[in-house]
């Protein structure tokens, strides 16, 4: 019994650790923000990155036309540049009196069924000691035929 009760509480500690991990990373992953920046030439995709700036194929530099008679005309680049922003959660603190009463009943109750879920027993009574296995005439499974396979 004191095995058994030590197994319990060693697997509750192991599933408590878990569940903090995962919470950890959940609120990690929702509150990081990253950007994508992303080179393309025409419609192909030359480089992205994730912590600087892409690189680039030099061919994003405007040629200036020779003509005379406008100078500050200039020839469209075939290159552009991307930037893919994914901005995390800034406000972590939640104001719970903008739950609604069937939401509090819910918290309630399962925080209080999930308590009372790992209590175990100080009773070390067993409640069929006094009474002796029943006598087996015959082996029941070579007389049904019934085998686990």
């Given amino acids: 019994m004191v095995k058994?009760?030590?197994i319990c509480k060693r697997m509750k500690q192991i599933f408590h650790r878990s569940i903090a991990v995962c919470m950890a990373i959940v609120v990690l992953m929702t509150t990081m923000s990253?950007?994508?920046d992303m080179h393309y030439c025409g419609?192909?995709?030359?480089?992205?990155?994730f912590f600087h700036n892409a690189a680039t194929?030099?061919?994003e530099k405007a040629v200036v036309t020779p003509s005379c008679e406008n100078s500050e005309m200039k020839k469209k680049s075939c290159c552009s540049d991307e930037q893919v922003i994914i901005a995390g959660q800034d406000d972590l603190k939640d104001n719970f009196s903008n739950l609604t009463f069937e939401q509090q009943v819910f918290v309630a109750s399962f925080s209080a069924t999930y308590i009372s879920l790992f209590e175990g027993t100080t009773s070390k009574k067993v409640p069929f000691i006094d009474y002796a296995p029943p006598f087996v005439k015959r082996?029941?499974?070579v007389l049904h035929q019934s085998f686990l396979i």
Avoid at 43 to 49: E, F, P, R
């Fill in 139 to 141: 082996n029941v499974q």
């Fill in 43 to 49: 419609d192909t995709m030359v480089d992205y990155s």
């Fill in 57 to 59: 194929c030099n061919m």
């Fill in 34 to 36: 990253f950007t994508i």
């Fill in 4 to 6: 058994k009760n030590y």
